[in-house]
């Protein structure tokens, strides 16, 4: 029974984030999910490594990330923490945005609500799609998770 969701995941890495319907990613078994998704570490790790673009407003969020699209993600390809750390400092209104939009490593349970889920459901070297939580609009970088 656990081996249903295992399809979702093992499709186009590289482009799965990258479309438009990002949100399934996020709602699913997110932390529930031991059981299927251990393959690529999805819903398994302890910590993730990600990076954020954080807008109080919608408007702002979409424009930061068409700028990803427009250079990268309409591609299919990877976004060079660099160049999302370039995105952040200029769009994003979270403090970490100084840092190139880097939240460094921290553990589950330690964002709340669907930042959380997001940032363990994005593969590494993912962007994710832009997302509302209390503290505004944001997308994720995933660059890294552990156990």
């Not at 093992?10 to 990613?25: L, T």
């Not at 424009?63 to 952040?88: C, I, R, S, T």
């Not at 939240?103 to 363990?120: H, S, T, Y």
Request: aromatic share 8%; hydrophobic share 25%; glycine share 20%.
């Amino acid at each position: 029974m656990g081996k249903d969701s295992k399809p979702k995941d093992a499709k186009g890495k590289g482009k799965q984030a990258a479309g438009s319907s990002g949100g399934d990613d996020g709602g699913g078994k997110g932390g529930k999910g031991k059981g299927g998704k251990s393959a690529d570490g999805l819903g398994t790790c302890t910590y993730v490594k990600a990076r954020h673009v954080l807008c109080e407003k919608q408007g702002k969020i979409n424009e930061a990330y068409k700028k990803l699209q427009d250079g990268w993600l309409d591609n299919g390809d990877k976004v060079p923490p660099a160049e999302f750390a370039k995105v952040a400092q200029e769009f994003s209104e979270c403090p970490s945005g100084k840092k190139g939009g880097d939240l460094g490593w921290f553990p589950r349970g330690k964002m709340a609500g669907p930042f959380q889920e997001v940032a363990f459901n994005t593969p590494v070297g993912a962007v994710s799609a832009p997302f509302k939580s209390t503290h505004g609009y944001h997308f994720i970088l995933c660059e890294g998770r552990k156990n």
